[in-house]
């Protein structure tokens, strides 16, 4: 009867390990797909060239900390992934009426970004069900902080056209060092 029992508990682990490790293998794929959706879509909003805007250059200054993507455990991949989307899709709430960009783009941008949050809030369920998960608060401290500085820049440049087409570099930089740490959600 105890037998019996531990091979049932046994056969449950295995497959239950076997899904996650399945869904982390879609959730790269899924990510990669949105991710380069994403980057097109930035592509395509036709705002001021960038070279007439070099007056108006910035380095926000990614955080060091987190520029090493090989670092991070899944977990931590999936919670850094997940703020820096969180930030973008906020960045992108605002007031970009001065761009001149196509508004279908705006809100296809929107749709790949929400796609991408909603997936990332269940596997982020997952995570935080495991008793052994800890995460470190200074990670999403720094990522707050450099994403408040490009609103802050926005603010300050009156959301001008030259500053949103630096911001919108800046994020196409985001999504190249997103698809470095989407990476580490394989198995």
């Known amino acids: 009867m105890i037998n019996r029992c531990i091979l049932q508990i046994a056969l449950l682990l295995c497959f ?9 293998n879609l959730l790269r794929f899924q990510q990669r797909s949105c991710n380069l959706a994403c980057q097109e879509l ?5 705002g001021t060239p960038p070279q007439n805007c070099l007056k108006d250059k910035k380095d926000f200054k990614f955080p060091e900390e987190i ?15 997940h703020e ?4 973008i899709f906020d960045i992108f709430r ?8 196509n508004e279908t783009i705006i809100e296809n941008f929107y749709i790949q970004l ?4 909603d997936r990332l809030e269940t596997a982020l369920k997952e995570i935080m069900e495991e008793e052994n998960f800890t995460w470190r608060d200074t990670t999403t401290l720094l990522l707050k902080k450099y994403y408040s500085q490009i609103t802050r ?6 959301y001008s056209s030259c500053a949103w087409t630096v ?12 698809n470095r740490l989407i990476n580490c959600l394989q198995n």
């Not at 820049?153 to 009156?158: G, Q, R, S, V």
């Open 16 to 24: 239950s390990t076997t899904a996650l490790s399945i869904s982390y």
């Open 42 to 46: 930035l592509w395509k909003l036709n």
């Open 67 to 81: 520029n090493q993507p090989q670092q991070f455990q899944k977990e931590d991949a999936i919670l850094v992934i």
């Open 84 to 87: 820096m989307l969180q930030q």
């Open 94 to 101: 605002k007031n970009f009426s001065s761009t001149g960009w």
């Open 114 to 117: 929400s796609q991408q949050h």
């Open 153 to 158: 820049y926005l603010k300050a440049k009156l």
């Open 167 to 178: 911001v919108q570099m800046e994020i196409l930089r985001n999504f190249f060092f997103l």
